[in-house]
């Protein structure tokens, strides 16, 4: 440590010291602080006084000495004048080194300023280098937090931006004298900017992600639909192992049991794999950066985007292509799976009402879609494909908790369309059965032909049929009874696999049967009747008695098809009864055939009712309608059941009665001899015979009482006995009483004889009587 410089208040005092300083050091030692003092005070003046007063003190000293030792004084002058002259040097010395002095303290001020301002550089240095370091640390936590949005770890640069914030910026910026201050202002100010760069560096991150699901949508679709389709197939081999299972659907707690252990994850198999890592990260950017509400918002436009985006403007039925219907369903599939998959991993991102209404959206726009498509469409095996993929994607979505009440109200749609075209078809079918048909019994060569009629048609066969044999029906029943079969087995392939209204298939089925039986057969049938062709119509009868049988058989498999949820009671077809109407209708076109016969056979009896001679034989009218009746019997009635040939007989016979009754009716005839009556009564006898061979004679000649009972009025020779009532009533109780009167009134009992005959005969020719 420097010694202190001394001070002095008076100089004289320091004059005398100076001057009386022992040796040169020591006059120096004592000199050169009192001038430092002077010059440092200002008080050089007062310093050069005290030695110029001390000077002339000593000067006086001399003059005194001088005055009184003269030559010591002389001496002393010398001496003096020395000293003067010593003086006087040592004095320019003295400015000279208090220049030099001053100099010297000028420079060491300025030195001294130097050092000064090199400390104050020095501590500005280190403030610098602190700030600096501070300054370092903060870039470095930038540098980091960029490093890491370079690195797509977002999250992690947020969360480094955060601290960023609050273990550097906001202590700074607090503090405005800081030296970082504007720095940090500066970077506090670019936080949202780095903020957004990460929000948008995610979203392009979750953009690329939803293209990438948006683009897998339908192989997910794809595969969720194989998934299911298995599910069915082992659900069919457990319910075919065990029947108790076949009341359970696909989707049912008992299924998926039975199911558990043929896990399965459709987002995350060796197929396809769905990782929701950029929207997790998307989510817990923008929680983090407080920006959900509109995080939510934009993803749920985005996702209403690529809705529509997925739809097409329209499909096509008829190719199932890229524009198809199962392209169509695996996208929406895929696509709601995710929508659902992405509720249940993150609520708050998607809610129930936001994936419904994705979901009814899509469903109402693919129900548009196909509905428009369905009018091309017009084949019904095309139909029931178009319903086996709906049906599948129904059962899909079902399992993912979607509604699909829409989807099933759809499938009715799809089945009115399968229903229409399957009876367009079969109608095509019947009409072409029946319009060219033979109308003859169907011959049977061999047995194995013979169990397929009788497999597919309801014939009860004989125990022990003789092959080749002729069956009743004409072939047309058992190509009918095939379609049927057919058109049953295609209608309930609709309630495969999904289906939720089985009742709707029935009352549908019924329906259609009884058009397809009234309509394409049965009046196809009637209208055939105007034939004149009576083994037409026979066989036309025929076949509507195994209509008729048919349709009962057909009620009772239908009672027996159709689902529990359908009404109970008995099935009646409306059709049954039209066969069995028609029946009659067919039975009154044979009577009208037969009896039209019957009506040209007796319009060629020529009696001659005042024949001179008896006739020896039957009237060759009455032979040959017999003969017809006869023949008709054993041939072309010969198919038809035993009381509907009976009836005919009974009719035919009825028929003939009143015919052979209104001959000698008739009023051009005038009179009858005997022998008339006894050929008219011969010829009722021989008719009589022929009935007699028949079988049920007795109920068949009740038709001839009137005619018989008529004849014998006629060849009795007490005429009043009719006019008697008992005596009427016992003998003639069948002839009517007016018509008993009139041929009463024509009978003679006179025969003229064949000459008499003649030339009344040709008197009349000439106008002569």
């Not at 501070?134 to 601290?163: F, G, M, P, T, W």
């Not at 039957?618 to 006869?630: A, N, R, V």
Request: proline letters at 4%.
């Amino acid at each position: 440590m420097p010694r202190r410089p001394p001070q002095y208040d008076d100089y004289r005092s320091a004059v005398q010291q100076i001057i009386s300083s022992s040796s040169d050091t020591d006059y120096l030692d004592q000199l050169i602080p009192a001038l430092k003092d002077a010059q440092n005070s200002n008080r050089t003046a007062g310093f050069m006084q005290s030695l110029s007063h001390y000077a002339d003190e000593k000067e006086a000293d001399i003059e005194q000495i001088g005055l009184t030792q003269h030559e010591e004084f002389l001496q002393s002058v010398n001496q003096l004048q020395q000293v003067r002259e010593g003086t006087v040097a040592l004095t320019a010395e003295i400015l000279q080194l208090n220049q030099s002095i001053q100099a010297s303290t000028e420079k060491l001020a300025a030195q001294k300023e130097k050092l000064v301002q090199t400390k104050s550089i020095r501590q500005n240095i280190a403030e610098a280098s602190e700030g600096l370091k501070e300054s370092l640390k903060i870039l470095h936590a930038v540098n980091q937090a960029h490093e890491l949005i370079r690195k797509r770890n977002y999250y992690a640069a947020l969360k480094a931006l955060d601290d960023l914030q609050n273990e550097h910026l906001i202590p700074t910026i607090q503090n405005k004298y800081a030296t970082q201050y504007k720095l940090a202002d500066m970077i506090q100010k670019s936080i949202p900017a780095s903020q957004k760069a990460i929000s948008d560096a995610v979203m392009n991150d979750l953009n690329t992600w939803l293209y990438r699901i948006r683009e897998t949508s339908q192989f997910l679709g794809e595969v969720a639909f194989y998934h299911t389709s298995l599910r069915q197939k082992r659900q069919k081999e457990r319910s075919e192992a065990n029947p108790h299972l076949k009341t359970y659907s696909l989707n049912s707690s008992i299924e998926l049991v039975f199911d558990e252990s043929e896990e399965f994850d459709v987002l995350d198999n060796d197929e396809v794999a769905v990782e929701f890592g950029p929207l997790f990260e998307a989510i817990h950017i923008h929680e983090a950066l407080g920006q959900s509400d509109k995080f939510r918002q934009e993803y749920a436009a985005t996702r209403r985007q690529q809705k529509d985006l997925l739809l097409p403007p329209a499909i096509s039925l008829i190719e199932d292509d890229e524009n198809g219907l199962s392209s169509l369903l695996e996208a929406i599939a895929g696509f709601a799976i995710i929508e659902k998959a992405t509720m249940r991993k993150s609520p708050n991102l998607r809610s129930p009402v936001d994936v419904d209404e994705l979901w009814d959206s899509m469903i109402q726009s693919a129900i548009k879609l196909i509905t428009r498509a369905l009018n091309d469409v017009d084949n019904a095996e095309l139909v029931l494909k178009i319903k086996g993929v709906v049906a599948l994607f129904i059962q899909t979505m079902d399992g993912w908790g979607y509604s699909v009440t829409a989807l099933d109200g759809f499938l009715l749609v799809l089945f009115e369309k399968y229903a229409e075209l399957l009876q367009r078809r079969f109608s095509d079918d019947f009409h072409e059965i029946v319009s060219t048909d033979d109308y003859m019994p169907m011959p049977i060569a061999t047995r194995e032909e013979y169990e397929k009629v009788v497999n597919v048609t309801w014939f009860t066969p004989e125990e022990n049929p003789t092959i080749p044999c002729v069956l009743p029906f004409s072939q047309m029943y058992p190509l009918s009874c095939i379609d049927i079969r057919n058109f049953l087995n295609q209608f309930y392939f609709f309630a495969d696999n999904h289906f939720q209204h089985p009742n709707v298939i029935d009352e549908t089925l019924k329906k259609a049967l009884d058009h397809l039986l009234s309509q394409k057969v049965c009046k196809i049938l009637v209208e055939r009747l105007n034939s004149q062709y009576l083994g037409q119509i026979v066989q036309i009868l025929i076949n509507l008695e195994y209509f008729e049988t048919a349709c009962r058989e057909l009620e009772m498999l239908l009672i027996k098809a159709r689902s529990s949820t359908s009404a109970g009671g008995p099935i009646v077809l409306s059709a049954t009864k039209e066969f069995q109407d028609n029946k009659k209708t067919a039975e009154k076109r044979i009577f009208e055939l037969v009896n039209s016969k019957i009506d040209d056979l007796v319009e060629t009896a020529e009696y001659d009712w005042m024949a001179p001679t008896l006739e020896a034989e039957p009237s060759s009218y009455m032979s040959t309608l017999t003969q017809y009746l006869s023949n008709i019997m054993t041939s072309t009635l010969l198919g038809l059941p035993r009381e509907i040939k009976e009836l005919i007989y009974f009719d035919a016979l009825s028929h003939t009665a009143n015919l052979i009754l209104a001959l000698p009716l008739s009023p051009s005839v005038k009179k009858i001899n005997p022998n008339g009556v006894a050929a008219l009564a011969k010829d009722v006898q021989y008719l009589s015979d022929f009935i007699d061979t028949l079988d049920n004679a007795p109920i068949l000649k009740q038709n001839l009482d009137e005619l018989q009972q008529t004849v014998l009025l006629m060849q009795t020779e007490n005429p009043d006995e009719f006019y008697d009532i008992g005596v009427r009533n016992r003998k003639f109780g069948r002839v009517d009483a007016v018509s008993g009167p009139i041929l009463l009134e024509k009978l003679t009992h006179s025969v003229q004889s064949l000459r008499n005959d003649r030339l009344a005969n040709f008197s009349s020719r000439f106008g002569m009587k």
